[in-house]
C-alpha cells in the first residue's frame, strides 16, 4: 500500500530535550516537506527537500533541522524543543511537478 | 501576507444539499491547485485538483470550478452526505516557485442531518 508513515504518533517531551520525528514513504517520490497545524493557521510549511542531499527552508523553519541522506527517509529534528513547538506535525510527500501531496497521519508533539 | 485565503471557517449545510466552499488567492503564478478534505486524527487526504488552464473539474459529487480572472475557486459537493463532515483544506502550486504547496486556513463543513 502506497503511504507515508510517520512516528511516534504521539509524544510528550520537555523543553531543550533533542527529539527526532521520523518519516518514510514508500512511493519513490523525489519530493518530501513537514509541515505543521495550527488552530487558526492552517497548515504551514517547515521544511522541504527536492531530492536526496536537497533540502530549504519553509515558512516557518526556525528550531527545526531536516535530512535527506536517502530518498524514501525525511527525519524531522527539534534539537531544543520549547513550548512554541507544540502542534500537530505532518510530513508529506509528491512526484516532481503537476501532482499531489500525500500525507502521512502527523504526529501530535507536546512540549512542557 | 496570506497567498491563499479561506474566509469562511465553518459551514453548515442540511444533508442533501448542496455544499459550496470557497477559495481566494493572490498569486498569479499559481498553477494547479487541490482541495483536501482532513478528519480528526488523520491526514489531510487529497480530494480533487485543476490545472490552471482549465475553468472546471468535477470527479463524481465533486467539482472544482477556477476564476483566474477573479483569483477564486470552489469546491462544490452534491449531494452532501455525513461523512463529509470534515475540514476542507484549499491548497495552491506557484508554477515559478520550488514545487510546494501554500494552504489556506481551511474551511470546517459540518452536514446536518
Known sequence: EAQVTQNPRYLITVTGKKLTVTCSQNMNHEYMSWYRQDPGLGLRQIYYSMNVEVTDKGDVPEGYKVSRKEKRNFPLILE???????S??????????ISPLHFGNGTRLTVT | ??????????LSVQEGRISILNCDYTN???????????????GPTFLISIS????????????VFL?????HLSLHI???QPGDSAVY?????????????????????????
Open chain 1, 80 to 86: 531544543s524543543p520549547s513550548p512554541n513547538q507544540t
Open chain 1, 88 to 97: 500537530l506535525y505532518f510530513c508529506a510527500s509528491k512526484r516532481q511537478g
Open chain 2, 1 to 10: 501576507d496570506q497567498q491563499v485565503k479561506q474566509n469562511s471557517p465553518s
Open chain 2, 28 to 42: 498569479s503564478m499559481f498553477d494547479y491547485f487541490l482541495w483536501y478534505k482532513k478528519y480528526p486524527a488523520e
Open chain 2, 52 to 63: 490552471s488552464i482549465k475553468d472546471k473539474n468535477e470527479d463524481g459529487r465533486f467539482t
Open chain 2, 67 to 71: 476564476n483566474k480572472s477573479a483569483k
Open chain 2, 78 to 80: 452534491v449531494p452532501s
Open chain 2, 89 to 113: 483544506f484549499c491548497a495552491a502550486r506557484d508554477g515559478g516557485g520550488a514545487d510546494g504547496l501554500t494552504f489556506g486556513k481551511g474551511t470546517h463543513l459540518i452536514i446536518q442531518p
